[in-house]
T-cell receptor, first 116, second 110 residues
Framework: KAGVTQTPRYLIKTRGQQVTLSCSPI?????VSWYQQTPGQGLQFLFE???????NKGNFPGRFSGRQFSNSRSEMNVSTLELGDSALYLC???????????????FGPGTRLTVL | KNEVEQSPQNLTAQEGEFITINCSYS?????LHWLQQHPGGGIVSLFM?????KKHGRLIATINIQEKHSSLHITASHPRDSAVYIC????????????WGAGTKLIIKP
């Protein structure tokens, strides 16, 4: 079974631009969660999508948004980029919602975003 | 406040040593995850625990629900075990969002 894939792996943008990151979950997985990792803040939860609906959201501004398609692939969008958005963005897929007992998440390699 | 604390923050050991990384959390959880992150960013899920003990190869994870504490052990450590090990907890009263520990940077010297 192929693992979680994320594209692109690396991205350089400038302040004010917007960016779209993509995550393809493991086949059969219906939940996709997004995380931001920065040196200062560690790993922080952005949001979770399950069956095309956002089920959970972390404490991030509205500039961060996402969606999930019928094939469970998910995209994350960041508008009006700021320098502080430079981070590693990780997605994780799981068969069920993350709130389900016994549900394990499988992580992708991440997209490293640099905002200049 | 839901918190996850890991110790130590940094750990350097010689090849072959027995390694222990600790994780403590504040309130009731639904599950605790141990993850490994290598330089370059990729994260691998090692274990997910809600009780007891799990073993995979040279890795052992234990959790004590009463004491709100988990440990990750590495037996016969090897330089390829060098990575950041992260404890993440799914708290019942935070809508099951994963709260992450700060990570333990492990270096195994040959």
């Amino acid at each position: 079974k192929a693992g979680v894939t994320q594209t692109p792996r690396y991205l350089i943008k400038t302040r004010g631009q917007q960016v779209t990151l993509s995550c393809s979950p493991i086949s059969g997985h219906r939940s996709v969660s997004w995380y931001q990792q920065t040196p200062g803040q560690g790993l922080q939860f952005l949001f979770e999508y399950f069956s095309e609906t956002q089920r959970n959201k972390g404490n991030f501004p509205g500039r961060f948004s996402g969606r999930q398609f019928s094939n469970s692939r998910s995209e994350m969008n960041v508008s009006t980029l700021e320098l502080g958005d430079s981070a590693l963005y990780l997605c994780a897929s799981s068969p069920h919602r993350t709130s389900d007992l016994g549900n394990e998440q499988f992580f992708g390699p991440g997209t490293r975003l640099t905002v200049l | 406040k839901n918190e996850v604390e890991q110790s130590p923050q940094n750990l350097t050991a010689q090849e072959g040593e027995f390694i222990t990384i600790n994780c403590s959390y504040s309130v009731g959880i639904s599950a605790l995850h141990w993850l490994q992150q290598h330089p370059g960013g990729g994260i691998v899920s090692l274990f997910m625990l809600s009780s007891g003990k799990k073993k995979h190869g040279r890795l052992i994870a234990t959790i004590n629900i009463q004491e709100k504490h988990s440990s990750l052990h590495i037996t016969a450590s090897h330089p390829r075990d060098s990575a950041v090990y992260i404890c993440a907890v799914s708290f019942m009263d935070s809508n099951y969002q994963l709260i992450w520990g700060a990570g333990t940077k492990l270096i195994i010297k040959p």
